[in-house]
């Protein structure tokens, strides 16, 4: 009894060890980029800055308008990029895969996330470029997010670049059913003269 006894607790022991290592593997998957977070940061500098935040809207390419906008109005013209999924989320992040490349002539590392399932989700890509090895460590770049949503009421589209701590653009394409297509940009600056 005494033997049966001391195999049963040298399994249960076993049996932890290897829970415990399995455990720790998962803690140290590499998880998603933050984007959505990365966005909120950039944001809330912006919305302590006395940076000039500048507005140009084009319709269909052909008119445009150029506005100032004040800081208290900059959270809201980014909305599009506030409202993305959280892919770093692990619950999100299960339904995208990564791809990470470097690109030569760049100089840049791609982070590249793309739906599974690309008929279930609205982002259809987010790419993140990275400069890697600055002075002061790796240096975020761009963030390139596609979203799509098609249904009954029509074709929506937003094709979305956040350059940062620069400027961000979203080119909008919409069609209704029996109406043409229309696509609208609205690009917004605060920092254009910096360098990359």
Not at 26 to 32: A, L, N
């Amino acid at each position: 009894m005494k033997k049966h006894g001391f195999v049963l607790a040298a399994s249960l022991f076993l049996g932890m060890l290897s829970c415990k290592q399995q455990e720790n593997k998962d803690s140290k998957k590499e998880s998603f980029f933050p984007a959505l977070s990365f966005i909120k940061s950039q944001v809330a500098h912006i919305d302590t800055s006395l940076y000039s935040i500048t507005k140009i809207a084009y319709q269909d390419t052909l008119h445009y308008d150029t506005t100032y906008l004040k800081r208290e109005e900059f959270r809201d013209a980014a909305k599009d990029f506030l409202e993305i999924p959280d892919l770093s989320s692990p619950k999100i992040a299960s339904h995208f895969t990564e791809e990470r490349l470097f690109d030569e002539t760049m100089n840049r590392v791609i982070l590249s996330y793309k739906p599974k399932d690309p008929d279930k989700e609205e982002i259809q890509k987010e790419e993140v470029l990275i400069t890697p090895g600055t002075a002061t460590g790796d240096k975020v770049n761009s963030i390139i997010i596609d979203r799509v949503v098609n249904n009954r009421d029509g074709f929506l589209e937003k094709k979305m670049l956040w350059r940062v701590d620069k400027s961000f653009q979203v080119i909008t394409t919409t069609q209704k059913p029996g109406e043409p297509e229309k696509t609208n940009i609205i690009e917004v600056i605060w920092n254009e003269d910096k360098d990359e």
